[in-house]
């Protein structure tokens, strides 16, 4: 069997500590995925005493290897640094992560005592005092030299939370809990300063910094170990863990790396990194974010790049950048998906289905669909996962993914999962086999020139709320929030998108009333939270605007850019026919009437705010079913002044299908076109909700067909046309008559 008749879908392989030492439930289990319809198996080597540096570790590893290509499967091995790499940094210190913690304090005649909490899980030492900034009687801010400062430290424990970060956020919905250890300083600075202000560096035994020459050398000789493996792929499942909401992660080679790369220590601005409108406040935290992307970017670039050269060029790499949201993604430096995608040979999201709501599911399939498309990758995968696991959920989000062109991949193979269902001797296990088999059998059907077709793009702008700072961090909450809800209603109306990233945006073409993003034409572009943009992205909205691009907006106004320090509020404003209003304006009138997340809290289902726009006489108006204006239209640009739309984005945006056919749907099922070269045919695929079965009826110029029983069907229409393709056991096809 060659590889390429294997199944593409994916299953993990939990290693266990009694597998080290009799293969015989791992033969067996492997034995069932290949008969379950799975083609790639994907080894963890988690929760042992052993890591993967061990030779019994690697044993089993080459046993499960050998055995997955005797049942006709490829084998991967998840290698990401958490399970192995606090080894490494016991042995080399200085490749050791760094949290950076801060906390103020009053000074009286020079003297001040402040705490701040240790952050790691494992044994932390307070490596250096990275900064320390004072304030004048004037409220002047200066950066203080060695000289001028002395600190000691002390240690101590409590049963109840010190002050943290989000006693400076009084916005803030909720506040963490629990105690922990706590490092004390107590220091002297001149007199005549009032406050003070110390970044402290703590080092832990567990995170590695990626970016040390003594972390890249340890993760190439780790490869080096299973080079005579015969493996097919590596994996990095999460590979940007170590980051923490109180802290900025950093390191000895990271700081090093930064002084390099801009020039300049980043000790000297941390404090840029808490907040400021400056426009060197704006750059430190673009240098700083672009700095912890490149460093995982280029940790995982140089550990897949040894992969191939070992397993070959079509080596499986994998795994999802997405981690516990997007606010915990950007301290981990995980956010920019796009670009982290770029080291993988597929397409990856994350996400659960019982522990977060169907909206947040429903946006990492939009997410990897988006990822698979602007990449050019040839499969997505998403790591679905329950610890409840129901029939109906697998076969809901099995037909769900069709919609999407997602393959299976679930990681729970073995006797010991994290608290998983154990497969393949959970009862469920007849249900992932089937919905794996299924997905298959989609995939197979399916013509290769045909993907699945979307309306509209959406910019994916982790920078835009990031660039403000933490003084904002709502805004990255909250910008969830809208993609959350924006996605779910897309489904609900059969209204498809696609999510574009920064640089597509910035590098587009404009032409005959079309953006072309990554060779993909749209006459429509929808940028939530655009409030900061860059110069590049700027100039291409100029030209949308002049070639009847449509555009849309949701959120704060767009008010400056991100790259110099020009203000861009009042083109804007003219542009929506507004009175001219800025973020500053937006943020302190949300804040005034809404509650708003702090950064540690979780996002909202919703956000019901409405900012009260003024409008020109020549503008319209968008009123929502309680009478309250929620945005402006002028022209072909649209202001949804509102933070979540969820309830009238579709309703006030008509649908611009261009390419598949037009058509009314009169059912209640999820349905989507895909288009292909051959204008003439196009595939439409069909699924019932999740508690239903399929009674839809489709009418467009030419065809007018019905689809009855089943729980979803794939039809192809040509002209007046239309058959089945594939389809659930019970489905039928029947053409209307037309009155």
Same mark, same amino acid.
């Given at each position: 069997?060659?590889?390429?008749?294997?199944?593409?879908?994916?299953?993990?392989?939990?290693?266990?500590?009694?597998?080290?030492?009799?293969?015989?439930?791992?033969?067996?289990?492997?034995?069932?995925?290949?008969?379950?319809?799975?083609?790639?198996?994907?080894?963890?080597?988690?929760?042992?005493?052993?890591?993967?540096?061990?030779?019994?570790?690697?044993?089993?590893?080459?046993?499960?290897?050998?055995?997955?290509?005797?049942?006709?499967? *490829?084998?991967?091995?998840?290698?990401?640094?958490?399970?192995?790499?606090?080894?490494?940094?016991?042995?080399?210190?200085?490749?050791?992560?760094?949290?950076?913690?801060?906390?103020?304090?009053?000074?009286?005649?020079?003297?001040?005592?402040?705490?701040?909490?240790?952050?790691?899980?494992?044994?932390?030492?307070?490596?250096?005092?990275?900064?320390?900034?004072?304030?004048?009687?004037?409220?002047?801010?200066?950066?203080?030299?060695?000289?001028?400062?002395?600190?000691?430290?002390?240690?101590?424990?409590?049963?109840?939370?010190?002050?943290? +970060?989000?006693?400076?956020?009084?916005?803030?919905?909720?506040?963490?809990?629990?105690?922990?250890?706590?490092?004390? +300083?107590?220091?002297?600075?001149?007199?005549?300063?009032?406050?003070?202000?110390?970044?402290?560096?703590?080092?832990?035994?567990?995170?590695?910094?990626?970016?040390?020459?003594?972390?890249?050398?340890?993760?190439?000789?780790?490869?080096?170990?299973?080079?005579?493996?015969?493996?097919?792929?590596?994996?990095?499942?999460?590979?940007?863990?170590?980051?923490?909401?109180?802290?900025?992660?950093?390191?000895?080679?990271?700081?090093?790396?930064?002084?390099?790369?801009?020039?300049?220590?980043?000790?000297?601005?941390?404090?840029?990194?808490?907040?400021?409108?400056? &426009?060197?406040?704006?750059?430190?935290?673009?240098?700083?974010?672009?700095?912890?992307?490149?460093?995982?970017?280029?940790?995982?670039?140089?550990?897949?790049?040894?992969?191939?050269?070992?397993?070959?060029?079509?080596?499986?790499?994998?795994?999802?950048?997405?981690?516990?949201?997007?606010?915990?993604?950007?301290?981990?430096?995980?956010?920019?998906?796009?670009?982290?995608?770029?080291?993988? &040979? /597929?397409?990856?999201?994350?996400?659960?289905?019982?522990?977060?709501?169907?909206?947040?599911?429903?946006?990492?399939?939009?997410?990897?669909?988006?990822?698979?498309?602007? +990449?050019?990758?040839?499969?997505?995968?998403?790591?679905?996962?329950?610890?409840?696991?129901?029939?109906?959920?697998?076969?809901?989000?099995?037909?769900?993914?069709?919609?999407?062109?997602?393959?299976?991949?679930?990681?729970? +193979?073995?006797?010991?999962?994290?608290?998983?269902?154990?497969?393949?001797?959970?009862?469920?296990?007849?249900?992932?086999?089937?919905?794996?088999?299924?997905?298959?059998?989609? *995939?197979?059907?399916?013509?290769?020139?045909?993907?699945?077709?979307?309306?509209?793009?959406?910019?994916?702008?982790?920078?835009?709320?990031?660039?403000?700072?933490?003084?904002?961090?709502?805004?990255?909450?909250?910008?969830?929030?809208?993609?959350?809800?924006?996605?779910?209603?897309?489904?609900?109306?059969?209204?498809?998108?696609?999510?574009?990233?920064?640089?597509?945006?910035?590098?587009?073409?404009? *032409?005959?009333?079309?953006?072309?993003? &990554?060779?993909?034409?749209?006459?429509?572009?929808?940028?939530?939270?655009?409030?900061?943009?860059?110069?590049?992205?700027?100039?291409?909205?100029?030209?949308?605007?002049?070639?009847?691009?449509?555009?849309?907006?949701?959120?704060? #106004?767009?008010?400056?850019?991100?790259?110099?320090?020009?203000?861009?509020?009042?083109?804007?404003? $003219?542009?929506?026919?507004?009175?001219?209003?800025? @973020?500053?304006?937006?943020?302190?009138?949300?804040?005034? $009437?809404?509650?708003?997340?702090?950064?540690? @809290?979780?996002?909202?289902?919703?956000?019901?705010?409405?900012?009260?726009?003024? /409008?020109?006489?020549?503008?319209?108006?968008?009123?929502?079913?309680?009478?309250?204006?929620?945005?402006?239209?002028?022209?072909?640009?649209?202001?949804?002044?509102?933070?979540? #739309?969820?309830?009238?984005?579709?309703?006030?945006?008509?649908?611009?299908?261009?390419?598949?056919?037009?058509?009314?749907?009169?059912?209640?099922?999820?349905?989507?076109?895909?288009?292909?070269?051959?204008?003439?045919?196009?595939?439409?695929?069909?699924?019932?909700?999740?508690?239903?079965?399929?009674?839809?009826?489709?009418?467009?110029?030419?065809?007018?067909?019905?689809?009855?029983?089943?729980?979803?069907?794939?039809?192809?229409?040509?002209?007046?046309?239309?058959?089945?393709?594939? /389809?659930?056991?019970?489905?039928?096809?029947?053409?209307?008559?037309?009155?």
């Amino acid at each position: 069997m060659t590889k390429e008749k294997l199944s593409q879908q994916a299953m993990g392989l939990f290693l266990t500590p009694d597998w080290l030492h009799d293969y015989s439930d791992m033969e067996e289990a492997l034995a069932e995925a290949a008969a379950g319809g799975f083609g790639i198996i994907i080894g963890f080597g988690r929760h042992m005493h052993q890591t993967l540096e061990d030779e019994a570790v690697r044993a089993a590893i080459q046993f499960a290897a050998e055995t997955s290509h005797k049942h006709g499967m *490829r084998f991967a091995l998840d290698m990401d640094w958490c399970h192995w790499a606090n080894r490494a940094v016991e042995r080399e210190p200085n490749m050791a992560l760094w949290q950076i913690v801060s906390g103020e304090s009053a000074c009286h005649e020079g003297q001040f005592a402040l705490t701040v909490k240790y952050e790691g899980k494992a044994p932390v030492i307070v490596e250096e005092i990275s900064a320390v900034y004072a304030w004048d009687a004037q409220g002047q801010v200066h950066f203080l030299s060695p000289e001028d400062y002395s600190v000691e430290q002390s240690s101590h424990g409590s049963a109840y939370n010190w002050p943290t +970060l989000d006693d400076d956020q009084t916005v803030s919905l909720s506040k963490p809990r629990g105690g922990g250890y706590y490092c004390e +300083l107590k220091g002297e600075v001149p007199a005549n300063y009032t406050r003070v202000k110390v970044y402290t560096a703590m080092r832990s035994t567990k995170y590695p910094d990626v970016s040390s020459p003594e972390y890249l050398k340890a993760q190439a000789d780790l490869l080096s170990f299973y080079a005579e493996v015969p493996m097919d792929g590596v994996g990095w499942d999460e590979p940007g863990k170590g980051g923490s909401f109180r802290a900025y992660k950093a390191g000895r080679g990271f700081f090093a790396k930064f002084l390099e790369t801009y020039g300049y220590d980043l000790r000297e601005r941390l404090m840029d990194l808490d907040g400021g409108d400056s &426009s060197q406040a704006v750059q430190t935290r673009r240098d700083y974010h672009a700095a912890i992307v490149e460093m995982n970017y280029h940790a995982q670039y140089m550990f897949n790049q040894q992969a191939k050269a070992q397993y070959g060029e079509d080596a499986f790499l994998g795994t999802h950048h997405t981690y516990a949201g997007m606010a915990m993604d950007i301290r981990c430096g995980v956010m920019d998906y796009f670009k982290l995608g770029e080291v993988l &040979s /597929a397409a990856f999201t994350d996400t659960g289905w019982d522990v977060s709501g169907h909206s947040e599911t429903i946006y990492n399939y939009v997410l990897v669909d988006s990822l698979r498309k602007e +990449l050019d990758q040839p499969l997505s995968y998403v790591n679905d996962w329950s610890k409840k696991p129901r029939t109906v959920w697998y076969d809901y989000y099995t037909r769900l993914k069709m919609l999407y062109r997602i393959e299976w991949f679930m990681i729970f +193979l073995g006797r010991c999962a994290e608290n998983f269902p154990t497969f393949p001797w959970d009862p469920y296990w007849k249900d992932v086999t089937r919905n794996a088999k299924q997905l298959e059998s989609f *995939r197979d059907v399916l013509p290769a020139d045909l993907d699945t077709y979307s309306e509209m793009a959406v910019w994916f702008s982790w920078e835009s709320p990031v660039f403000q700072g933490t003084a904002r961090a709502h805004y990255v909450r909250l910008w969830m929030t809208c993609n959350y809800n924006l996605s779910e209603q897309g489904l609900e109306h059969n209204r498809h998108f696609d999510y574009v990233s920064t640089p597509a945006l910035e590098n587009a073409e404009v *032409r005959d009333g079309q953006i072309i993003l &990554s060779g993909k034409a749209y006459r429509r572009l929808t940028l939530p939270y655009a409030s900061m943009v860059s110069t590049a992205i700027w100039q291409t909205l100029k030209a949308c605007r002049e070639a009847g691009v449509e555009l849309i907006f949701i959120g704060p #106004p767009p008010s400056r850019l991100w790259d110099s320090d020009e203000k861009i509020d009042a083109e804007f404003c $003219q542009w929506a026919g507004v009175k001219q209003v800025d @973020d500053t304006q937006y943020d302190a009138v949300l804040k005034s $009437q809404r509650p708003v997340p702090s950064l540690t @809290d979780w996002e909202p289902d919703q956000a019901d705010f409405r900012f009260p726009v003024k /409008a020109d006489s020549q503008t319209e108006c968008l009123i929502d079913i309680e009478g309250d204006t929620i945005g402006v239209r002028r022209d072909n640009l649209t202001w949804f002044s509102n933070l979540d #739309p969820r309830e009238n984005f579709y309703k006030h945006v008509p649908s611009c299908a261009d390419g598949v056919p037009a058509v009314t749907h009169y059912g209640k099922g999820y349905y989507r076109w895909y288009a292909g070269k051959d204008p003439e045919t196009a595939v439409l695929v069909c699924i019932a909700p999740m508690y239903g079965t399929l009674h839809e009826n489709f009418a467009g110029a030419e065809f007018n067909f019905q689809i009855e029983g089943g729980t979803w069907a794939v039809v192809t229409v040509s002209g007046a046309e239309a058959s089945l393709l594939i /389809a659930d056991r019970g489905t039928k096809l029947g053409n209307v008559e037309k009155s």
